[in-house]
């Protein structure tokens, strides 16, 4: 079964580009031009990743993105035309999974696209597994289900995104070992790191706020200029 995709800019122009080179891959595709027209969109039909770009009429990106985040986990790629870190970040702490800066090259956004679905929906290939195949894994209360791709603090959901249950169930295989945030990206996004990237802290300071909340104690500890651990 194709995955689906929603493209949402108002630069038509790019939106037509990126859904050709999308539906050459085998992608279903459809287009919003607004922020107003996306979220109806997303109302209607459920979609598998959102490539969403942020300055648009109505409603921007950002809010697209903050009140999908308020019910859906979907993978989003963010899209913009501002390269500066601060846009980067503000864009990710939103709830973004990854960022891409405009002009790009088709090619790498394609790239980008099957490695958010890759990272979100790889586990749910595996529903047939046996507990011992689905591989749980428990530190106190907090329960984490590769197979389901879900994490459950004393049964009660914690709502997380694909690349955040991806930081957690790298941490939590590996309880007390210390990743520096190239190994994380390394081995979460599957790319080379770039020396500058905020990337990483940006989702572990997400992905710590949502664990406290639920918890009410820190679970991820930041080792000062070495990197992050989970200790069981």
Request: include cysteine.
């Amino acid at each position: 079964m194709s995955k689906s995709i929603l493209i949402v800019d108002d630069d038509r122009e790019i939106a037509n580009l990126i859904d050709i080179y999308l539906r050459n891959e085998g992608f279903e595709t459809s287009q919003a031009h607004d922020g107003e027209e996306a979220m109806d969109k997303i109302a209607g039909q459920a979609y598998h990743l959102v490539v969403l770009d942020v300055m648009m009429p109505k409603m921007d990106g950002l809010e697209v993105c903050r009140r999908i985040r308020e019910t859906a986990a979907i993978p989003i790629l963010m899209v913009s035309a501002k390269a500066e870190d601060m846009d980067k970040i503000l864009g990710l702490m939103t709830g973004a999974d990854d960022y891409v800066v405009k002009p790009f090259n088709p090619l790498e956004l394609v790239v980008r696209v099957k490695t958010l679905l890759r990272r979100a929906y790889q586990y749910g290939q595996q529903a047939t597994a046996t507990p011992e195949e689905e591989g749980l894994l428990k530190i106190n209360e907090l329960t984490i289900n590769k197979a389901t791709h879900s994490a459950e603090v004393n049964g009660r959901q914690v709502h997380l995104t694909s690349t955040e249950f991806g930081i957690l169930h790298l941490l939590a295989s590996n309880p007390g070992r210390v990743f520096s945030a190239e190994d994380i990206f390394q081995q979460v996004w599957k790319e080379k790191y770039f020396e500058s990237n905020n990337t990483v802290m940006v989702h572990i300071s997400k992905l710590r706020d949502k664990l406290e909340q639920e918890m009410g104690r820190k679970l991820i500890t930041t080792v000062w200029g070495v990197g992050y651990k989970i200790e069981a």
